[in-house]
């Protein structure tokens, strides 16, 4: 078979779909997890009993000899390999991937939203675009006080008043005509395509009805995505003509039609109409940011290898690098010692410490980057690891990384607020308890071409569903303006004031924990991960990196035991110990013995990865079991 002709080889998918895919997924029966909103400690923050014994999950992950395209809907990947099949390279595909996502996929897939794309080219070069939503030019610090001096808590998480400025067509525009091969116009066609009619599956069915509540409070919603409200059932055509007509703009104009044109214009008379805070202004001023990816090396299992991650304001990128120095030197065995488990939770405990300390958007505020991912800090860290006993996140706090640090002027920032006297042990608690009980949906999604260019993808438009609003293009928008601190100087739900460097300033971006991630192994790409899950992205991403390059083996078996591998995550506050479901029970019993508040969730994330063969340079695509990703190879 020769290279040229090689034919789709396989797809990791949950429905049959036709001759060449393979069905090899059991739909997981709790894909949908539920949440509690109240209880803020100890307790389980999200738990649904799964029949594990019947999971069927696949062992080895999807190989082809060039290409591979993992997210977690099988007609994105199709999307992406159709334009590979055109002549494009990875970041076309990816931008392919990302407009079908946002039609097929639209409780996080989107162009009203923002992300981060990582990208290492098959040149050597290493870039990251950040294209995350930013305040709108009316923004305030207290944009949410109401005049009773009271905060409108649901302001920023639900409605016209929740959006940030959209970054996503931006973003896909600058990759394309930086890194890619084809045209704007070439790379949505398969997205409009889709937009005139696909088939419902029964996830998008039942995510759909699960969002009723949200959905049915905005008209153009619930028109177009609960059928006005009769709901849709599984097998039905979702037809999104007022999408189509907006993806063949912006096809046409390119990305001033979604800021300065039609789109725009019809975005912000509907914001206008209903008191939102986009205008014309806030769109024609945004801009999709190439910045210099986060980089540490590490030797493990006789190689050196290269992590290349997120920059703020990404948090998720320092948070995995300093987490990684710490355990650098601990020789980890695997998730069923109970040892080894420990080490890594007491590391997560130290990052979010600081994590909820000192990060925020470091073109407004200095982010000690330098200090935090300094292996010197990381020993000094470590030192205050009791290796036989689960520490009190009572007793930790954020550590002091400033003589580690480079100043402000060097490390690029626009100094509006310093460390670490702005970001109180008080406000950091809160943040970090704040965010143990948010929900909502975003996704990843990676590919590689064959010339070994590799894109690491992840967006959102936050809650599910975003703020519920969609807009007259057709199209949902985010609410991420809740990722800000939204209540400064106030107590938040739990009676805490939250984080100074993450308060609302016009054009400032709000602190995210998405973290697209490629791994070099001796030069050579060799992994390309990210994940969905608000501050568990951190934990998920970093336990795949982990696995592939300590554990191994370095074959399709070890890419998709990367992923399959029982969970866990610490986020410093609540002091609990999130495991996974299937987390070996010995396990678990050992770490309560050794002090951990254990707490078990249905699901941690959902990484769609891929890993490169060193031996036969084959691409192993590992798409997510626990909510039915899928590989599509070439
Ligand atoms: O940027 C962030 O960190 C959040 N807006 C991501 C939200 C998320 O991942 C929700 N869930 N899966």
Same mark, same amino acid.
């Given at each position: 078979m020769s290279r040229k002709n090689t034919a789709i080889l396989a797809l990791l998918a949950f429905s049959s779909l036709g001759p060449l895919w393979i069905a090899a997924q059991q739909k997981p029966a709790s894909a949908e997890p539920q949440t509690k909103q109240s209880a803020p400690q100890a307790g389980p923050l999200e738990y649904r009993e799964t029949d594990v014994a019947a999971r069927n999950w696949p062992k080895e992950a999807v190989r082809a000899p060039e290409a591979m395209i993992v997210s977690d809907n099988a007609l994105a990947d199709k999307a992406g390999l159709e334009i590979l099949k055109k002549g494009g390279n990875a970041v076309d595909a990816a931008a392919a991937v990302a407009f079908a996502l946002a039609v097929v996929e639209p409780r996080a897939g989107n162009i009203g939203g923002g992300g981060f794309m990582l990208l290492r080219l098959a040149s050597g070069k290493t870039v990251f675009v950040d294209y995350r939503e930013e305040a709108p030019g009316s923004a305030t610090r207290e944009l949410y006080k109401k005049a009773d001096g009271t905060y409108?808590?649901?302001?920023?998480?639900?409605?016209?008043?929740?959006? +940030?400025?959209?970054?996503?067509?931006? +973003? #896909?525009?600058?990759?394309?005509?930086?890194?890619?091969?084809?045209?704007?116009? $070439?790379?949505?066609?398969?997205?409009?395509?889709?937009?005139?009619? @696909?088939?419902? &599956? $029964?996830?998008?069915?039942?995510?759909?009805?699960?969002? /009723?509540?949200?959905?049915?409070? @905005?008209?153009?919603?619930?028109?177009? %995505?609960?059928?006005?409200?009769?709901?849709?059932?599984?097998?039905?055509?979702?037809?999104?003509? /007022?999408?189509?007509?907006?993806?063949?703009?912006?096809?046409?104009?390119?990305?001033?039609?979604?800021?300065?044109?039609?789109?725009?214009?019809?975005?912000?008379?509907?914001?206008?109409?209903?008191?939102?805070?986009l205008t014309m202004a806030d769109l024609a001023a945004y801009k999709a940011k190439i910045r210099t990816p986060l980089h540490a090396s590490y030797d493990a299992n006789g190689s050196k290898w290269d992590v290349y991650t997120s920059p703020p304001p990404s948090s998720g990128g320092i948070a995995m690098i300093e987490a990684l120095n710490i355990l650098s030197p601990e020789q980890l065995k695997g998730w069923n010692d109970a040892t080894s488990v420990h080490w890594v939770a007491e590391a997560m405990r130290l990052v979010f410490a600081d994590r909820a300390t000192f990060l925020g958007d470091s073109d407004f505020v200095h982010v000690p980057l330098a200090g935090l991912t300094d292996p010197r800090y990381a020993a000094e860290r470590r030192a205050t690891i009791d290796p036989a006993h689960a520490s009190s996140s009572q007793s930790v706090g954020a550590g002091d990384p400033t003589p580690f640090d480079k100043p402000k002027a060097a490390a690029g920032a626009a100094s509006l607020v310093t460390h670490p006297d702005a970001f109180s042990r008080e406000q950091a608690v809160a943040l970090s308890l704040y965010e143990a009980q948010r929900e909502g949906h975003t996704t990843h999604f990676s590919v590689v071409d064959a010339d070994g260019n590799a894109v690491s993808n992840t967006y959102t438009?936050?809650?599910?569903? +975003?703020?519920?609003?969609?807009?007259?293009?057709? %199209?949902?928008?985010?609410?991420?303006? $809740?990722? %800000?601190?939204?209540?400064?100087?106030?107590?938040? #739900?739990?009676?805490?004031?939250?984080?100074?460097?993450?308060?609302?300033?016009?054009?400032?971006?709000?602190?995210?924990?998405? #973290?697209?991630?490629?791994?070099?192994?001796?030069?050579?790409?060799? @992994?390309?991960?990210?994940?969905?899950?608000?501050?568990?992205?951190? &934990?998920?991403?970093?336990?795949?990196?982990? *696995?592939?390059?300590?554990?191994?083996?370095? $074959?399709?078996?070890?890419?998709?035991?990367?992923? *399959?591998?029982?969970? %866990?995550?610490?986020?410093?506050?609540?002091?609990?110990?999130?495991?996974?479901?299937?987390?070996?029970? /010995?396990?678990?019993?050992?770490?309560? /013995?050794?002090?951990?508040?254990?707490?078990?969730?249905?699901?941690?994330?959902?990484? *769609?990865?891929?890993?490169?063969?060193?031996k036969s340079g084959e691409r192993l695509g590992a798409p997510d079991p626990r909510r039915q990703g899928a590989a599509l190879g070439n």
């Open positions: 409108d808590t649901e302001g920023s998480r639900l409605g016209y008043r929740a959006s +940030g400025v959209p970054g996503t067509v931006a +973003g #896909m525009a600058l990759a394309v005509k930086t890194y890619g091969r084809l045209k704007l116009a $070439d790379v949505m066609a398969p997205a409009i395509r889709l937009a005139q009619g @696909f088939t419902i &599956s $029964d996830k998008l069915a039942t995510s759909l009805k699960d969002s /009723a509540k949200r959905l049915q409070q @905005f008209d153009r919603s619930n028109q177009i %995505f609960l059928n006005g409200g009769k709901l849709y059932q599984t097998g039905d055509s979702l037809k999104q003509p /007022a999408l189509a007509e907006t993806l063949k703009r912006i096809a046409q104009n390119g990305p001033a039609e979604f800021y300065q044109g039609k789109t725009a214009q019809d975005l912000t008379a509907d914001m206008a109409q209903n008191g939102g805070l438009i936050n809650d599910s569903y +975003g703020s519920g609003v969609t807009a007259p293009g057709g %199209f949902l928008l985010n609410d991420e303006m $809740d990722d %800000f601190t939204a209540q400064p100087g106030q107590p938040n #739900m739990f009676g805490l004031m939250q984080s100074e460097g993450n308060t609302i300033a016009p054009g400032k971006r709000p602190l995210s924990s998405m #973290m697209p991630t490629i791994v070099l192994r001796d030069g050579k790409l060799s @992994f390309v991960t990210g994940s969905p899950g608000g501050p568990q992205i951190i &934990s998920a991403t970093m336990l795949t990196v982990i *696995n592939w390059m300590r554990f191994g083996p370095l $074959d399709a078996r070890g890419a998709m035991a990367a992923i *399959n591998a029982p969970r %866990f995550h610490h986020q410093w506050m609540p002091d609990s110990l999130i495991v996974e479901q299937d987390f070996p029970a /010995a396990t678990a019993a050992q770490l309560t /013995a050794m002090g951990y508040n254990v707490v078990k969730r249905t699901w941690i994330g959902e990484v *769609n990865a891929i890993g490169i063969d060193p």
